[in-house]
């Protein structure tokens, strides 16, 4: 095994890692301002995904090449899904048990309330459906048919060492949204509000910021960037239904790594589990690629606790 | 039969969980994990396996089991709720994803199969029995039976209470003396130790084990299951399972109706069953609230003793030197020393983030620099609860509401501090005459701590109706429920009335005659003036001022920094607006 394969190792670690990093920035993001840990984040994005391939190919379990115009609907459908997705959640289930002016009625707010409720929001996406789709698991389409863009879809470097483009790709375009959102979520008067609202709830409703309307944006950010995560991650490998809760787990791993409402962070974060996840599976086997991600969040628990009380960007 | 059997050993397991969610108030959501551990440890270690007698592996199982929970609630032990949940979730898929990495071991997703039915060889006693299911289904109602009576009695004991208040508010039962993080331990590893019980005894009975049966769903309809009998129900875990088991039953019936996957439809209809239950709590929650049936106090005064009657200049009961404690290198107690004296009220008084509140809390136990003496000892460096063992009881001050206990309730989690049984929860358990000895002096402190603060009327009542004042008094009379010798007293008269002011000092007064050291955060200066034999100014974390009431009142400093040098001789009615974070 040659430098190349390494190579090659490490920039699959740095795609997916890509990836969970989207994942982990709006689990950040609702971490940060909410104060709520986003329980069917990672269920979202694979239940967006397979909105979309339930919506344009159906139910059977083959990639279909999409063309141009289908493949622009399909991401556009995806990310939709992932966004409404989200606020569903946000309205029914987490809306109802916090403490902010247009909140629940328990003034307290009803922490075993919004974490029972996101773990069954997150079980009801699986298990509906993998009532439609029942395979063990559905290649999905690559709506950016990066492939193509070179020929046999390999880069070859001096040295003898080929790079599959859609990696390459994967991480560009993962880095480069997640950085845009990132300094537009920290910029905009969006952005302020959300820091209002993360800091006190009350005092920001005094100075006219709905806290209600912030929560709901938040979810519905964290919904989008996990729908496009979903469209980056599923032609990568046949996924499944089930796929969605580690996704997310592992998405937490990376946003704690980063420092829970760090929106940099959770990218850097993700990077940081891909790669771990990668060099994991290459130096010990195929067996790890969700244990090592789920050892590591079990271990950041333990180790370094985070509190709830952090704070966005 | 083999339903019914089935169906409760998930009871046991269901049961562990309720102790975890229900009694202490732990989300905890990995019960699949210790499932996996009993089932497929009895598995590995039994006869097919390594070849261990059944006996053995099961017995090694769940001790591996209760080693796992144990030092996962070590490890886990800082964490506060919603990531106990998050990291008991990841365990659930982890230990799934581990059974799955390793085909080799765990069977892949088939799993491991063994004989059935299974036999129970004894050499020692030349004994062999046949597992028939009959006999499982023996083993599965026993098991059931004693756990959910211990249950029943553990709710109206000592162990009861002291998990209530953890649930409740786990600083609270700090400051009360409950050693929160020992009773966590123990609560966490009985509930993996149920779980591995309830894995061993399912696989022996169907001989099969695979990673679909120790799924997290699984962790979820337990939970579900467990959320359904609402806090601290025996009942509720025996409903839960019932409703689970009925719609396992559906799901499969329609699953061979529709043609489709009974595990989805499983899935389904628990999430289903969850967000109603969420949906429902609240009325469900309303349906079994009874309050007021574990701890009657009793009227008479008998069985508390007497207090020390003080001399003249009381012994010091604890002294403070030099102590310090700053936040992010702002000093918020700077270099602060004092003396408690046992007869003395002592108050404390200075303006908004004085320090006042500071202060109390490294009298009571937080991390120092300095010295603090209690009863002539050094308690460097000690927790809030050593404090409180030692006899220093500090009130906060935003009273803590605790909705789910009576006041005489409350009162009795204090009153057992003072308690001089070790394992009452144990002693309890079994009723020995010991424990009824111990219960009767509970029910006498806490009458005469409900007496002395005028709220033995409301001893019974719901205390999210009681007036601030009476919460506040009921902070004050778990505080003497305590026995301490030294009590802080965090502004205990914000927000009460005239009346409940009166009755205040009455029992301020009253500890300090029977020879208890009363220091006291106050802005009320009449109440100082009425109440105080010494008073303290504390500004910008340095004592600036003491002495006699009089003295620190005409002290110009005093004046000047806080009550305002405006202010004419006598009135001393200031009354500076409580101090709220």
Known sequence: MGSGVLVQVVLGGLANGAILGLVALGFSLVAGTVRVLHFAHGDIAVAAVFVGVLAMIGRAPIAVALAPLPSVVFVLLVVAAGAALSALVALFVVLPNLAIPGGGRRRAGDAFGWIAGGLGAGLLLREVLGLLLPEQGYAVPDPFRLERLVHGGLVNLPGGVTLPIRAVIVVVIGLGVGLIAERSLVRSRFGSSLRAVADDPEGAALCGVSARRVVMWAFVVAGLLAGLAGVLAAPGRAISVDDGAVLGLEAVAAALLGGVGSLRGALVGGLVVGLVQALAVYALGAGLYDVAPLALLVVLLAVRPPGIRARTA | ?581
Request: net charge positive; aromatic share 4%; charged share 15%.
């Open chain 2, 1 to 581: 039969m083999i339903d019914v059997a089935q169906a409760l050993w998930l009871l046991v397991a269901a049961l562990g969980l309720s102790l975890s969610v229900s009694y202490a108030g732990l989300p905890m959501l990995g019960q699949s994990a210790f499932i996996a551990v009993g089932g497929y440890g009895v598995a590995l270690l039994g006869p097919g396996g390594v070849g261990l007698p059944l006996g053995v592996a099961a017995a090694a199982a769940v001790l591996i089991a209760a080693l796992l929970g144990y030092f996962t609630a070590v490890g886990l032990s800082r964490l506060d709720g919603a990531y106990l949940a998050l990291a008991t979730w990841t365990l659930a898929w982890l230990v799934q994803r581990i059974l799955l990495a390793y085909p080799g071991v765990f069977g892949g997703p088939e799993g491991l199969t063994r004989p059935v039915p299974a036999h129970l060889v004894s050499r020692s006693l030349g004994v062999e029995t046949v597992l028939t299911t009959k006999i499982n289904l023996v083993f599965a109602a026993g098991i059931c039976v004693l756990v959910l009576l211990a249950f029943i009695r553990m709710g109206k004991g000592p162990g009861g209470l002291d998990l209530a208040v953890l649930r409740e508010s786990p600083q609270l039962a700090t400051s009360l003396g409950v050693a929160v993080a020992a009773r966590r331990r123990a609560v966490f590893t009985m509930t993996a130790v149920l779980g591995a019980v309830s894995g061993v005894g399912s696989t022996v009975l169907l001989g099969i084990i695979s990673p679909s049966d120790v799924s997290p769903l699984l962790s979820l309809q337990l939970f579900v299951a467990v959320l359904v009998g609402g806090a601290a129900r025996w009942w509720g875990p025996v409903l839960g399972v019932a409703l689970v088991s009925v719609l396992a039953s559906v799901a499969d019936r329609l699953g061979s109706v529709g043609d489709v996957s009974p595990e989805r439809l499983r899935g389904v209809l628990t999430a289903i069953l969850l967000l109603g239950v969420l949906a429902l709590r609240g009325p469900l929650g309303r349906l079994g609230r009874t309050a007021g049936r574990v701890i009657q106090p009793t009227r008479s005064t008998l069985p508390v003793p007497e207090r020390q009657v003080p001399t003249l200049e009381g012994p010091v009961e604890l002294s403070a030197t030099h102590v310090s404690i700053s936040y992010a290198s702002v000093p918020a107690v700077d270099d602060v020393s004092l003396v408690l004296r046992g007869g003395e009220v002592h108050a404390l008084i200075g303006p908004n983030g004085s320090g006042k509140s500071t202060l109390l809390h490294v009298l009571a136990g937080d991390v120092v620099s300095g010295e603090i003496r209690v009863g002539g000892r050094s308690c460097r460096a000690r927790g809030v609860r050593d404090r409180v063992l030692a006899g220093v009881v500090r009130t906060p001050q935003r009273s803590v509401v605790l909705s789910g206990l009576t006041p005489a309730m409350q009162v009795a989690v204090g009153a057992r501090v003072g308690s001089p049984s070790r394992q009452a929860m144990l002693r309890h358990l079994f009723a020995t005459p010991r424990s009824r000895v111990e219960a009767e002096r509970v029910r006498a402190v806490v009458g005469a701590a409900l007496r002395e603060t005028g709220l033995l009327g409301v001893s019974d009542t719901d205390p999210v109706r009681l007036t601030v004042g009476e919460q506040q008094l009921l902070q004050v009379a778990r505080a003497i429920a305590t026995g301490a010798s030294v009590f802080l007293f965090d502004e205990p008269s914000a927000g009460m009335t005239d009346g409940e002011r009166q009755t205040l000092r009455a029992v301020v007064r009253g500890l300090a005659t029977a020879g208890a050291a009363v220091f006291i955060v106050e802005h009320d200066m009449r109440f100082v003036g009425a109440a105080a034999d010494f008073v303290s100014v504390l500004d910008a974390g340095r004592i600036i001022a003491s002495g006699t009431p009089v003295r620190v009142r005409d002290d110009p400093l005093v004046r000047e920094v806080y009550l305002g040098s405006s202010l004419d001789g006598g009135a001393g009615g200031t009354h500076v607006e409580a101090d709220r974070p």
